[in-house]
């Protein structure tokens, strides 16, 4: 089965600071890649999806990119945080059935 | 009208009871279905799965699907505290060469002891 970590667990960042965000997945190879957001009282938002490395598609058009530099590496990046990226923010790894990793909470001040 | 409804809740139910959770949609274009649970801060974990119409039983679990009338449910028999979560029901679909999945906005669940 597989693992999907996410690191930092939490994080708190001043308005126009850079982001990174890490996700790692154990046990299974070539996964789809996800990046979702979710929002207080709000449902899951598809950030970005990949399905290899170097291929990178976004469903929302925002300050956020995303890239895989390895098979079961996808990282989140901002070069300015706006106070709207404040979230929880969701790796997930899978084709149908998707699992999640433990998340980060965001918090832009 | 957006492709998946679910209400939010938040539903309090008493220790032991059926809990019976629901979440419409309106594309027909769905081709499997997945109940997650997710505990405040915590990342969802997947409950159930499945691509067809009828009951998947597993434990204390049981996901119906009627693709009919576009309307999935989650049954808990014998709730009990532990069970208290956010229920989120997703529908997956193949969209432009892959799976694309939609979520709801997840129904409250607090079972009181």
């Known amino acids: 089965s597989q693992t999907i970590h996410q690191w930092p667990a939490t994080l708190v960042q001043p308005v126009g600071s850079p982001l990174s965000l890490e996700c790692t997945v154990e046990?299974?190879?070539?996964?789809?890649l996800y990046w979702y957001r979710q929002a207080a009282g709000r449902g899951l938002q598809l950030l970005f999806y990949?399905?290899?490395?170097?291929?990178i598609s976004s469903e929302v058009p925002q300050n956020l990119s995303a890239s895989r530099p390895q098979d079961r590496q996808f990282i989140l990046s901002s070069k300015k945080l706006l106070l709207s990226d404040s979230g929880f923010y969701l790796c997930?790894?899978?084709?149908?059935?998707?699992?999640f990793g433990p998340g980060t909470r965001l918090t832009v001040l | 009208q957006k492709e998946v409804e679910q209400d939010p809740g938040p539903l309090s139910v008493p220790e032991g009871a059926i809990v019976s959770l629901n979440c419409t949609y309106s594309?027909?274009?769905?081709?499997?279905f997945m109940w997650y649970r997710q505990y405040s801060r915590k990342g969802p974990e997947l409950l159930m799965y499945?691509?067809?119409?009828g009951n998947k039983e597993d434990g204390r679990f049981t996901a119906q699907v009627d693709k009919s009338s576009k309307y999935i449910s989650l049954f808990i028999r014998d709730s009990q505290p532990s069970d208290s979560a956010t229920y989120l029901c997703?529908?997956?679909?193949?969209?432009?060469?892959?799976?694309?999945?939609?979520f709801g906005i997840g129904t409250k669940l607090q079972v009181i002891p």
């Open positions: 990949s399905v290899g490395i170097g291929q």
């Open positions: 499945t691509y067809s119409s």
């Open positions: 997703a529908m997956g679909a193949n969209s432009g060469g892959y799976q694309k999945v939609t």
């Open positions: 594309n027909s274009a769905f081709q499997y």
């Open positions: 046990g299974t190879s070539n996964p789809n």
């Open positions: 997930a790894a899978g084709v149908t059935e998707q699992f």
